[in-house]
Every structure is written in structure tokens, then in C-alpha cells.
């Protein structure tokens, strides 16, 4: 998926660290498109989190779209990394970008 900046913003302009985390699983309790949450039978969701992403190489550098889009592009790709882990699976080459097939990011909502 297409990173979002927001954190990565935050990080570096307060200088506290960034440290990605992924889950899986949460598609069973609530399928995409779905209303409403399938707690029965229970299900089992995993979380992994990553060590801190070493933001220092963006510290002196202007914080413009590129600094931003940089820096995103490596939390995207330690969480990335983080869910290949998770689902056992060799991630594709390419992000998934919904804007780039007519998708709302958020759904159908």
C-alpha cells in the first residue's frame, strides 16, 4: 500500500523515532467492505515491530516532498519487510497504489 506521510513528518520535525510495526490477520475479524467485526470463532491476529528506522541522513536537509516522500519510502519498506515476515510471502516488487486504479484509500464508505 501506498505510504502516508503523517509520521514520518512528525519524526522529523520533533526528532523522536520511528519505529514501523505491521499485523495480519485483521481481515478475518473484519473483511474488506464489510459493516460490521466476526469475533466468533476467534481469531488470531499478529504484530510484529521493527527496530527504530535511522531518520539522522534527513535531519539537515529542508523538510520539502522530496525529504518527506525519502523517508517515507523507507518506513514503507521496513514495514514492508516486516509483513513479508509475517504472512510467510515474497512481497510484489511494486506497492499497491489505489489512486492509481481508481480506488478510494479508505474503502467504500
Do not use: C
Amino acid at each position: 500500500m501506498r505510504g502516508k506521510s503523517g509520521a514520518v513528518r512528525l519524526a522529523l520535525e520533533s526528532g523522536v523515532p520511528l519505529i514501523p510495526a505491521a499485523h495480519w490477520g485483521t481481515e478475518k475479524l473484519m473483511p474488506r467492505y464489510a459493516k460490521r467485526i466476526k469475533p466468533f470463532p476467534r481469531k488470531t491476529i499478529e504484530v510484529s515491530i521493527g527496530e527504530p528506522i535511522d531518520l539522522s541522513k534527513f535531519r539537515d536537509r529542508p523538510l520539502d516532498q522530496k525529504t518527506i516522500n525519502e523517508a517515507t519510502s523507507m518506513l514503507m519498506d521496513a514495514i514492508t519487510a516486516l509483513l513479508a515476515d509475517l504472512r510467510g510471502e515474497t512481497p510484489p516488487a511494486e506497492r499497491w497504489d489505489p489512486s492509481k486504479h481508481q480506488q478510494s484509500e479508505t474503502g467504500r464508505f
